[in-house]
T-cell receptor
Framework: GAVVSQHPSWVICKSGTSVKIECRSLDFQATTMFWYRQFPKQSLMLMATSNEGSKATYEQGVEKDKFLINHASLTLSTLTVTSAHPEDSSFYIC????????????FGQGTRLTVV | GESVGLHLPTLSVQEGDNSIINCAYSNSASDYFIWYKQESGKGPQFIIDIRSNMDKRQGQRVTVLLNKTVKHLSLQIAATQPGDSAVYFCAEKNKAAGNKLTFGGGTRVLVKP
């Protein structure tokens, strides 16, 4: 089956620093990837849609200057949390759709971000 | 806005019994539905899906039922096992909305030995 690899699986950073999270589709091409945020005991909330070769589409209330998304190739999207603060601590998850297929989204393992 | 919701936040079930998890959705234009299982600290794992032109689909020990009349989705797990303990999410996809997935609130299933 299609595999999405997310890295790192966990990261601890200091307030004010930036953190980059990578999402790779290992055995398929993904024109579109999605970034979610999940707080404890809550559902996944879509942050943005990452489109290869173009700007990401952000959901309402998500700051595009704080959560920078780059989708430079058909197999890689990155999310950079800039000037992180403790309230940015969360579980970040990416997913990818197989280009041209209307099937289930394939999810990465998630990244636990802790800002201290 | 559109939403997908769940009736029960927590479900305790005896090992070996069947589990039923329910989900209500509000977007009548949704054309594809998916159930995911999420274990602690991991990403969602695909369980089973169903398209809007179907009302039932079966997998290994799992069955998904779709009732478009009342906008209701359910997941049935047969002979629930300890490894089934997790949070289960329903999600709907709408091509017209750019294939974005909208997740329900989640139901935690606790399997008692």
């Amino acid at each position: 089956g299609a595999v999405v690899s997310q890295h790192p699986s966990w990261v601890i950073c200091k307030s004010g620093t930036s953190v980059k999270i990578e999402c790779r589709s290992l055995d398929f091409q993904a024109t579109t990837m999605f970034w979610y945020r999940q707080f404890p005991k809550q559902s996944l909330m879509l942050m943005a849609t990452s489109n290869e070769g173009s700007k990401a589409t952000y959901e309402q209330g998500v700051e595009k200057d704080k959560f920078l998304i780059n989708h430079a190739s058909l197999t890689l999207s990155t999310l950079t949390v800039t000037s992180a603060h403790p309230e940015d601590s969360s579980f970040y998850i990416c997913s990818a759709d197989i280009t041209g297929h209307n099937t289930e989204a394939f999810f990465g393992q998630g990244t636990r971000l802790t800002v201290v | 806005g559109e939403s997908v919701g769940l009736h029960l936040p927590t479900l305790s079930v005896q090992e070996g019994d069947n589990s039923i998890i329910n989900c209500a959705y509000s977007n009548s234009a949704s054309d594809y539905f998916i159930w995911y299982k999420q274990e602690s600290g991991k990403g969602p794992q695909f369980i089973i899906d169903i398209r809007s032109n179907m009302d039932k689909r079966q997998g290994q020990r799992v069955t998904v039922l779709l009732n478009k009349t009342v906008k209701h989705l359910s997941l049935q797990i047969a002979a629930t096992q300890p490894g089934d303990s997790a949070v289960y999410f329903c999600a709907e996809k709408n091509k017209a909305a750019g294939n974005k997935l909208t997740f329900g609130g989640g139901t935690r299933v606790l399997v008692k030995p």
